[in-house]
Antibody, heavy 123, light 112 residues
């Protein structure tokens, strides 16, 4: 069964860049979509963006100009970069795998989630 | 403010039936995009509960069911149990702004 593990700095200063990595184990990254989703403390879920292992990406329009998602299939990793962070970016950051049936993958159905990593933006 | 609207909270006694609504618009649920439901227990990651409007993944009890009509969807939980106390999120896709994934604001279910 696939497992996802997020990692990265737990504290980032305002105006700096948040960088996180999601390491995938127990399954192949080939022909799959991978999303980043975040959850501010005590609040709801917000989709950040997704990437296909081919490199195709799509981001949340509200964050698009600050978000870069990349994939390294040789290392089984998906990465997130969020620039110019503010306190509003403080959240639990999850990576999630999109569900696939054969070679067809959903653009918006997540069947596996990591446990999340908390990032606090503070000076 | 979330594109999909859910009630902030619902409650019910053990054994009762509760429903959670998810209201969208013509650019998401009403555009025939599927609705998913996720359950988030305290301190845990979200777990897929319902997919494709009405389908349950393996391991999800049949006490949970989903439905969809026009621009709205609903999650029903029958035979409420203490372990069902959690946050529930609906999720779909919106074709505005070149398309993006959208979540509801979440509903806190309290088992009385």
């Amino acid at each position: 069964q696939v497992q996802l593990q997020e990692s990265g700095p737990g504290l980032v200063k305002p105006s700096e860049t948040l960088s996180l990595t999601c390491t995938v184990s127990g399954g192949s990254m080939r022909n799959s979509f991978w999303s980043w989703i975040r959850q501010p403390p005590g609040k709801g879920l917000e989709w950040i963006g997704y990437i296909h292992d081919s490199g195709t990406t799509k981001n949340n329009p509200s964050l698009s100009s600050r978000v870069t998602i990349s994939v390294d299939t040789s290392r089984n990793q998906v990465s997130l970069r969020l620039t110019s962070v503010t306190a509003a970016d403080t959240a639990l950051y999850y990576c999630a795998r999109h569900a696939c049936r054969g070679v067809t993958c959903s653009l918006y159905l997540f069947d596996s989630w990591g446990q999340g990593t908390l990032v606090t933006v503070s000076s | 403010q979330s594109i999909l609207t859910q009630p902030p909270s619902v409650s019910g006694a053990p054994g009762q039936r509760v429903t959670i609504s998810c209201t969208g618009s013509s650019s998401n649920i009403g555009a025939d995009f599927d609705v998913q439901w996720y359950q988030q227990l305290p301190g845990a990651a979200p777990r897929l509960l319902i997919y494709g409007n009405t389908n349950r993944p393996s391991g999800v009890p049949d006490r949970f069911s989903g439905s969809k009509s026009d621009t709205s969807a609903s999650l029903a939980i029958t035979g409420l149990q203490a372990e069902d106390e959690a946050d529930y999120y609906c999720q779909s896709y919106d074709h505005s702004l070149s398309g993006h994934v959208v979540f509801g604001g979440g509903t806190k279910l309290t088992v009385l």
